[in-house]
């Protein structure tokens, strides 16, 4: 909820809390990382959001659907990151969140992002 208010800092203090909480269901706590993640990648702070992925695929027992959601962040992070830095330099790479990255056209038709 705060993070809806963009109280950033309380929410991730919040999500915090939830992940740290002993005997929290296994995908309760990876869609609070999760969701954490999203608010430290609205607050520039990338590094947080991608540890905060990286735990989410680490964990063995997460769904599936959470574990593709935190893939897609992360390759859309990346991508953002390079738009912003450099211009590509080759049709594949390797992203600093470990993930292979093809940049190439996407087709045209319906899709969502978070």
Excluded: C, F, W
Aim: hydrophobic share 35%.
């Amino acid at each position: 909820m705060r993070a809806k208010l963009h109280k950033n800092q309380a929410a991730i203090a919040d999500y915090t809390t939830v992940i740290d909480m002993k005997g929290v269901p296994i995908d309760i706590r990876a869609m609070t990382l999760y969701n954490r993640a999203l608010v430290h990648h609205v607050t520039s702070n990338e590094s947080a959001a991608i540890d905060d992925l990286r735990r989410v695929l680490d964990m063995a027992d997460a769904t599936e659907n959470i574990k593709t959601e935190a893939r897609r962040k992360l390759v859309r992070m990346e991508r953002t990151t390079k738009r912003t830095t450099s211009p590509e330099t080759s049709a594949e790479s390797h992203s600093p969140a470990g993930l292979q990255v093809r940049t190439e056209a996407k087709p045209v038709g319906k899709h969502t992002d978070l």
